[in-house]
């Protein structure tokens, strides 16, 4: 079973940058593909981007390409998510999962473990 603790969030004015880290215990993240999501209050939890299991590969939902940066350190059993150019509309509590394949998804049911969450709050 692996544990997956968020950490980094907080509050930003518009066009900020934050950082989000993700750090794993009890299994190596080279064994999983990861994925970040969002949820904002009200709104389902959505995909934002995900990184694959060797950390070679990267995909983006269309909101976050260009402005959010994921990265995957096996030997540190860490995943990072560079945000940039924020918007208030990024405001959303962010979670980070795995998901036990080569390649991240879009699809929650696809993800077993899930981190508690950090919140993001875009505002001036």
């Known amino acids: 079973q692996v544990q997956l603790a968020e950490s980094g969030g907080g509050l930003v004015q518009p066009g900020g940058s934050l950082r989000l880290s993700c750090v794993a215990s009890?299994?190596?993240?080279?064994?999983?593909?990861v994925g970040w999501f969002r949820q904002a209050p009200g709104k389902a939890r959505e995909y934002v981007c995900g990184i694959s299991r060797s950390g070679g590969s990267t995909f983006y939902s269309d909101f976050a390409e260009g402005r959010f940066t994921i990265d995957k350190d096996n030997a540190k059993n860490m995943v990072s998510l560079q945000m940039d150019r924020l918007e208030p509309e990024d405001t959303a509590v962010y979670y980070c999962?795995?998901?036990?394949?080569?390649?991240?998804?879009?699809?929650?049911?696809?993800?077993?473990?899930w981190g508690q969450g950090t919140q993001v709050t875009v505002s001036s």
């Open positions: 009890g299994h190596s993240l080279s064994t999983y593909a």
């Open positions: 999962a795995v998901c036990d394949a080569t390649f991240p998804t879009g699809r929650i049911a696809d993800y077993g473990y």
